[in-house]
């Protein structure tokens, strides 16, 4: 598992890491110029079949980040931890 900062430190540790991501799990509110909306938009790009959660506490933002491509799932704010593993077994990462 690794961890990131923001969207840009996410995209370089996405770029230089040997072995590939099994998931990507970002709200869509982060720091720094892209939000969880665009990195998710971005990681897709680099890798399609990356399964992709996105969560929120706005409906509004869940809607338009679940319309992306490679979102596997959403989750909304607040959850509970047996939500958010329903949602990573639903993405395919039990």
């Given amino acids: 598992m690794q961890t990131c900062p923001d969207a840009d430190s996410a995209l370089v540790a996405f770029d ?3 072995e590939p991501f099994e998931l990507l799990l970002t709200d869509v509110s982060i720091p720094g110029e892209l939000d969880g909306i665009a ?4 990681a ?3 890798c399609p079949q990356l399964p992709i959660v ?3 506490g706005n409906a509004e933002s869940l809607a338009r ?3 992306l491509a490679g979102v596997a799932a959403t989750l909304a704010k607040p959850f509970t931890l047996a939500e958010l593993g329903a949602v990573l077994e639903l993405a ?3």
Wanted: aromatic share 0%.
């Fill in 39 to 42: 990195l998710a938009a971005l």
């Fill in 54 to 56: 996105i969560m929120s």
């Fill in 92 to 94: 395919g990462r039990p």
């Fill in 16 to 18: 230089s890491t040997a």
């Fill in 65 to 67: 980040g679940g319309a």
């Fill in 44 to 46: 897709s790009e680099r």
